[in-house]
């Protein structure tokens, strides 16, 4: 079923994140009745809902995707509900007990408390992590999963999107709650923070332009990356909210390759800087390892939602630096 | 690192369960000192372990992989541990909760018990459903998770068991604690629990035998699958914790395909019918369709651990057709 956002209900579990932040933004500009953030850092440094936090419409909850409770009373009245509450690879190295628990058991707490709530649809926030990060070239979501080779973590936080999807389609099998999964691609934009590894190699690219340090290279700067401008991951949502589409998983990417040499090309090139980058050795981080001309084809996301990215690499960036200057 | 199992004292975790019967059995005669067996399915009415529970040198332990406390605490002295202790597809599609709980947040607290205890070795029950069931053909350890078309509570298990892999592999990197992840296929034998959808069809073929009705195959009767003797696998995981390998993941396998339709006509014969069997309009329930000619190549374990699967099908279902009777 769709849900029509003028005018709905809708609950945003890690409504604080990078996404969940322009999601608020994006639902309240198609004029949401009301918009609940759940998340337990609504109050963190980062603030990365600014001035949303005062929008009448927008209810602020400290909420806990663990405490089923919690969620069931919050989500009391909703039309629609994201799930963007997730530990990536670097929290499923650091903490792999409570990422198990919030995206697994999280997520079936979100889930239970759609069904007891009727709500209308649900939205997961799956990740291109599904496809494991070892294959290059353009990838569609009937593609197995690759994971021989890739750092434990990473796999591990890709099953558990794995498992999130599945637990979707058993409850739209059991309780007919239609749900659409997302597998977003590499995000980034204003309002990055500290928990993405992919991402986050812009801003140290950037802090160290800034500080007049060369940018680091790894390796050979040919592995590749598929970028998605958050603005346009939110759009997806929200279109995805609206459509009559449910029981599928569908790519959110750039649908475009390009390699960490390019990549830092750009950004010293928006800086004004002309500082070479230097290669580096690897240095054994949590960094996913990906083919060459690695990319996620979304012409499912054209097909199904009538959703392309809008938000070139280039323009993205330029508001991404602007926001950190 | 390697275990001598004789003197060794072992945990089992799932111990009651058809493999946990045999394995018991294995470790007895490979004289084990002390094998904990840890279940709280202990004393059910299947009654798996039968005269070896009042072995000497078999502690009972009626333990919950959810209690921490407890699993530290009766993991003490150990010198090696096992986990089999799982819900598999059916049990995911009845109780995802308590599925999600035991296979993950419970394998999470026996890794932390075996590190806290200073086990020397552990081996993790993993399965054939990493690879997905969508493929055909000879399947080995590096091939890819294909997923696209399988039902989702086979999906969902399956992904459980990608996670459980992934985590000993992390713990082998943070706490250097050895392991090996055994990938078993469909294991069959005297023990046989109704809890396994798959080796479940032979006792359903027996059970309409002796009723005198003829069996059912499904489709056209050339889905395939790969058994592998219960016996076989109790003595991989003997031979697992003995041996040096750590930080890998083998199959455990018959290494044939065998279509339902030979499998049906072998019962057939065992049990001394001339019953033809009838062919049936899939009936819907949680079945894993798996592609035509399906087996697992277990060249890994061969180089590895030295093992190969020694009892013949026909004779595995000998056996278990006569613990039956």
Redesign the interface.
């Known amino acids: 079923m769709s849900i029509k956002i003028a005018g709905a209900k809708l609950l945003i579990a890690g409504g604080a994140s990078l996404v969940g932040s322009h999601l608020v933004r994006e639902l309240l500009a198609r004029e949401a009745a009301r918009v609940v953030v759940y998340d337990p850092v609504l109050f963190d440094r980062n603030d990365s809902l600014g001035p949303l936090k005062d929008d009448p419409r927008v209810s602020l909850v400290s909420g806990d995707v663990l405490k089923l409770h919690q969620f069931i009373a919050h989500m009391e009245g909703c039309d629609g509900a994201v799930n963007l509450a997730a530990y990536m690879s670097l929290g ?2 650091q903490n ?2 409570d990422a ?2 919030v995206n ?2 999280g997520h ?1 707490n979100f889930l239970e408390s759609a069904r007891l709530n009727k709500v209308g649809k649900v939205i997961f926030a799956s990740s291109s992590a599904v496809y ?1 990060f070892g294959i290059g070239g353009g990838i569609s ?8 080779g890739v750092p ?2 990473a ?2 936080y890709g ?2 999107k ?2 999130g999807e ?2 979707c ?2 409850y739209k ?1 059991t309780h007919d709650l239609d749900y659409l999964a997302l597998r977003f691609s590499t995000v980034y934009g204003e309002g990055q923070h500290h928990r993405a590894a992919n991402a986050l190699y812009i801003i140290d690219t950037y802090e160290r332009l800034q500080r007049g340090e060369p940018p680091q290279l790894f390796g050979d700067g040919s592995e590749s990356k598929d970028f998605v401008y958050v603005g346009d991951v939110a759009r997806a949502i929200a279109m995805a909210l609206e459509s009559d589409a449910t029981d599928q998983a569908m790519n959110i990417s750039g649908g475009r390759s390009i390699t960490t040499k390019a990549l830092v090309g750009m950004i010293t090139d928006i800086v004004g800087s002309d500082i070479e980058p230097v290669y580096m050795e690897e240095d054994g981080r949590v960094r996913l390892k990906t083919g060459k001309g690695l990319h996620y084809v979304n012409a499912r996301a054209l097909a199904v939602l009538g959703w392309q990215p809008e938000v070139p690499l280039a323009e993205g960036l330029r508001r991404l630096i602007s926001s950190l200057a």
Not at 141 to 148: F, S
């Open positions: 499923f190295s792999p007990w198990v628990d697994i058991k079936l494991g979501e009937d593609m197995p999963h690759k994971t021989e434990a973590p796999v591990a099953s558990s794995i498992m599945q637990l389609r058993m099998q």
